[in-house]
Nanobody, 119 residues
Framework: QVQLVESGGGLVQAGDSLRLSCAAS????????MGWFRRAPGKEREFVGR????????YIADSVKGRFAISRDNAKKTVYLQMNSLKPEDTAVYYC????????????WGQGTRVTVSS
């Protein structure tokens, strides 16, 4: 089972940028698509975006489109979430996850990294 470790969260002000990282263990990282999710206080988990195994295809949720971007470095076994123009409503715990090999959902999750955006 792969291990995913997120980092890069913190307390920032509205308008700032952050880049989250998700480092994976194991040797098969490059075979899988990866996703980012978030859970805001008192809310359900929300899909943020995903990236294909090669990095050639990305999808960003409408709620963050134009401000967030996903990339990956397969040599470093790391996927990134670049967050720009942060808003207080972006405050959440952010999780990365690995897509299941059958394409049905996500089968491995990180522990999350907290992002707090002050107004």
């Amino acid at each position: 089972q792969v291990q995913l470790v997120e980092s890069g969260g913190g307390l920032v002000q509205a308008g700032d940028s952050l880049r989250l990282s998700c480092a994976a263990s194991g040797s098969t990282f490059s075979r899988y698509g990866m996703g980012w999710f978030r859970r805001a206080p008192g809310k359900e988990r929300e899909f943020v975006g995903r990236i294909s195994w090669s990095g050639g295809l990305t999808y960003i949720a409408d709620s963050v489109k134009g401000r967030f971007a996903i990339s990956r470095d397969n040599a470093k076994k790391t996927v990134y979430l670049q967050m720009n123009s942060l808003k207080p409503e972006d405050t959440a715990v952010y999780y990365c996850a690995r897509e299941a090999s059958d394409g049905r959902g996500y089968d491995s999750w990180g522990q999350g990294t907290r992002v707090t955006v002050s107004s």
